[in-house]
């Protein structure tokens, strides 16, 4: 079996994932920060290690600024409705999953207003059009770092700059790229940073994060119990308590804090190497193929391991299927939960069948999804 | 090591939790629902199976309704700002959970507005007593089914039909009860159903869920990605998909009906009936130890496995810290998140040590945790 989903889920995760969850919930499965004994101590450590090494990453000086969520799209949610009131205008872009859309969506109905900045036929956002898209009320700009549909790169810094100059914040949904490629929140003037913990930073599922800038005093979404100021039944303001109510999922922060080190000890720049150098030759290859249709940027400098392809008119669920039943090839059709996204490169009829690389898929395994892509075509 | 702090999350789990999560996180950890090959499929598929036992432990006819969560925190934020709106009027109990607490001290600002019924002593509540403060305006009863600091047994049939009579909604945090007390959904009147999977359902931490009655229309926290109707940037109506936007906890969610299936096999009347001795012979001894105040109903048809104590004026986090360091026992200490409920019992400044017993605790424990109280409190 071939597993080119890894946009989805990264898959499989280093043993050391695996086996620091597995210990956490065998050694010290306990309730971090509920009780004071032996166990819980641990754990609510051990949390606190996964917390300072994501600090770490991404260059952010507070590891308390870090909030674990279940997973990118509760981060999104949060940092959106967090900020947002009544009278508000965001800019975002065409480019974006479901996760940024249908939040704003739902929000317009409570008097907030977006203006949806439009790629061009490679999945590109251009800065200038995010600068000429803010207005007196705008409040906060969202992009994505890499579109999860074109693996196109947002030029992020140069957006932080424009939001940063116009007195604007601005949220990034890391999505498809924390992990592999470099994010810096001080030098990229970013304000918050939502990413999943179980993609490129090789967790488990039911992890994720949002990073919110000392200072910014955005709301929680729920409130409960936080082991921390019982007494009082107002949420407690500290950070990350007041945005982490009810039991954590400890085990599964822990074999996150294990993936983000094993990538750094693997290097992230020798992680996206390998990435770029499967990417490059697998579009190489495709893009050299009879009916075969390739979307994005098609040049590694501007596209991450995401390639989106169509073969002549053939449905998109259909050619996933063939790929998994024939091929055993893992690949992931439709519409990818970004339907604008598809209107601005021209599949949303047809969708796309996406093939997502990761740090496990060889050179071999590229070559055998290029032999299926020809076969499939000469029948096509 | 003895582990008396099963309240806050069980531990250990059964052989077949652990294995269960391993083999999805190893085997098939792909995205559920976000994709159609093999092991996106097979994960999808027994996620449904857990929605199914779920569904068949709590006699829930559809098992759709049945929502995943994060915890269950989330899942009383969702199902208390699902349903309330302003100028309605809720009725809860003064033995509730910060989680309940919180998010409707939150909502008073919104104004919704509520009334606290005061349990006795032994931390009782009176079903007369939540129905007399029903009011023109009153919309949900909320009320736990068993005090996480006096393991008091609520009495949710009587309270149910109360609601039922009145046309009010019931909404039952089951954190302390799920997996050990028989609940019945119909025929107990309730309309939605909290409960952590990671507690005496012997599920991974990451897991909780919500029951949401057919036809009981209330608002999602969050949108997002649903893999459904991806078309549509808004949210889809159709359940579960409206309140599980994003990844799921996959593995932690086979762990979850892993867990579920242990306790059916092993039967749950022979679960509590364990816990149920357990918990009777060690309020028995531990009564008769001088010094030694105990609180709750005292009596094992009333209370579950979870028993207060306090010795002599010792502050709580030191006797605590006393059991950890010179008996490897390990409780919780403190205000257990629930400040009314302390001042309900008389305990607010002095704080509980809580012994909470699972599956797992053996007589020769508890023996264990007798013998430690009567030394702790002969030197106090």
Sequence with gaps: MIYFDNAATSFPKPDIVYQSIMKAMKEYGANPGRSGHKLALRLGREIFETREVIAKLFNIKNPMNVIFTFNCTESLNLGIKGILNRGDHVVTTSMEHNSVLR???????????????????????????????????????????????????IPIEAIGQIAKKNGIYYLVDAAQSAGVYNIDVEKMNIDMLAFPGHKCLLGPQGTGGLYIREGLDIKEMGQGGTGSISH?????????????????????????????????????????????????????????????????????????AVVPINIGDVDSSELSYILDQDYDIEVRPGLHCAPIAHKTIGTFEQGVVRFSFGLYNTHEEIEQGIKAIKEISREA
Tied chains: 1, 2.
């Design 232 to 304: 009082l039944l107002e949420q407690p303001g500290v950070r990350p308590d007041r945005y982490e109510s009810g039991t954590p999922n400890g085990p599964g922060i822990i074999g996150l804090g294990a993936g983000i080190n094993y990538i750094l000890q693997e290097g992230m720049d020798k992680v996206r190497k390998h990435e770029e150098e499967l990417t490059k030759h697998f579009i190489e290859e495709i893009t050299k193929i009879d009916k075969v249709k390739v979307y994005g940027p098609l040049d590694v400098r501007y596209q991450a």
């Design 103 to 153: 939040p704003l969506k739902a929000l317009e109905k409570e008097g907030i207003e977006t203006t949806i900045v439009k790629g061009d036929l490679m999945g590109r956002i251009n800065p200038i059009d995010i600068e000429n898209s803010i207005k007196h009320n705008t409040k906060l700009i969202i992009t994505t770092h890499i579109s999860n549909l074109t693996g196109t790169i």
